[in-house]
């Protein structure tokens, strides 16, 4: 069941205060000189969309420097807040509800999505009884952080299929680390088992387990996170976060244009290279990073959505944060031509209730 306890951890989690913001540091902008190194944590045994952009060479002399390995978007955003990484990326849920707490940041280009090629499924055993939302009462779902992406999902799917909520809260999210779960799934210690992209497919391949339903069918091609960086790092730094963004932006498009095994390729020699000790096989079996806008460019819709449905669950209090005050695209000049122009592209205005 969905404890009171949970619901806690998610809020403290994403529960940053003022004070404890205000203390994170941010290099640059007081000396006049804008910081050139981007403190940010990875994915083991993935690459993320900046370490590509950094590879491509689009960052130009900007340089990333990695603190180490997270398996949670809230937690990494939370790090970004606090001024412990220079940027972090996590489910539009998590962004507004780090907003919603008084947290300044802005989201500034949509990194991951789901698309017919990448997308998170609940998967279950082959043989499991459970074929349908009702038989979900009473299971237990693995996701990687609870309060984001996976658990969004399966709210909506349980809604849409006519549980009321007291059924809702019988349904148990659990935390179990992306890597564990096929593993914890096989051995019955969930009924469900999230699973995206290459863990997904790398599963599939396996056998033995079917998808009961995944994000995609549920609301069709859709950008689902975004990176952040504070309102402080984008005032001292704004050249360093246009580079920024606007590398990451040509790295999406740079990944949808071109053959699937030269980016496969491309991304198994940056796991190389880095030399984290991690296993490069799973690659094989990426597909997109599903972002649904071109350069990755943020809309209002993409927040509206988290923001519904924080303030159905009540974790937000109704106007407290507008979609239009959350994003900004004025770092990205990426071009559909391939080239980006020195002035800025055009931009929702950021403000915050």
């Given at each position: 069941m969905r404890t009171a306890t949970s619901r806690r951890q998610f809020m403290t989690l994403l529960g940053v205060s003022a004070a404890a913001v205000s203390c994170g540091t941010a290099v640059g902008g007081g000396s006049g000189k804008q910081t050139k190194?981007?403190?940010?944590?990875?994915?083991a045994g993935q690459v993320t969309l900046p370490e590509l952009a950094e590879d491509l060479g689009y960052l130009d002399d900007v340089k990333l420097d990695w603190v180490g390995n997270t398996i949670s978007g809230p937690q990494d955003i939370q790090s970004a807040a606090t001024g412990q990484i220079d940027f972090g990326g996590a489910f539009n849920g998590a962004v507004v509800k780090l907003a919603a707490n008084g947290a300044p940041i802005t989201s500034v280009i949509s990194y991951y999505g789901s698309d017919k090629r990448a997308y998170n499924g609940f998967y279950v055993l082959e043989d499991s009884p459970v074929r349908s939302a009702r038989d979900l009462i009473g299971k237990k779902v693995g996701m990687n952080t609870l309060g984001a992406h996976s658990e969004a999902m399966l709210d909506i799917y349980l809604q849409r299929h006519g549980l009321s909520q007291d059924e809702i809260d019988k349904v148990e999210p659990l935390v179990v680390p992306p890597v564990?779960?096929?593993?914890?799934?096989?051995?019955?210690?969930?009924?469900?088992?999230?699973?995206?992209?290459?863990?997904?497919?790398?599963a599939v391949a396996k056998g033995g387990v079917r998808p009961l339903f995944t994000d995609f069918e549920l609301l069709g091609a859709f950008s689902a996170g975004t990176y952040v960086m504070t309102d402080r790092f984008l005032r001292q730094n704004p050249d360093t976060a246009r580079t920024f963004v606007t590398g990451v932006a040509r790295a999406i498009e740079w990944a949808r244009k071109r053959p699937r095994e030269e980016v496969i390729a491309r991304m198994t020699e940056v796991v190389k290279k880095r030399d984290r000790k991690e296993d490069a096989t799973p690659l094989k079996y990426w597909k997109s990073f599903g972002v649904a806008e071109t350069g990755g460019r943020i809309t209002d819709k993409q927040l509206k959505l988290w923001i519904d449905w924080l303030a159905e669950r009540g974790d937000i209090k109704r106007g407290k944060v507008t979609a239009s005050g959350l994003y900004t695209n004025k770092y990205n000049d990426y071009r559909p031509t391939g080239t980006s122009s020195g002035s800025p592209a055009p931009s929702a205005t950021k403000t915050r209730s």
């Open positions: 190194k981007l403190r940010y944590q990875g994915w564990n779960t096929e593993q914890s799934l096989r051995q019955h210690q969930i009924q469900v088992g999230v699973l995206g992209d290459i863990l997904r497919d790398k």
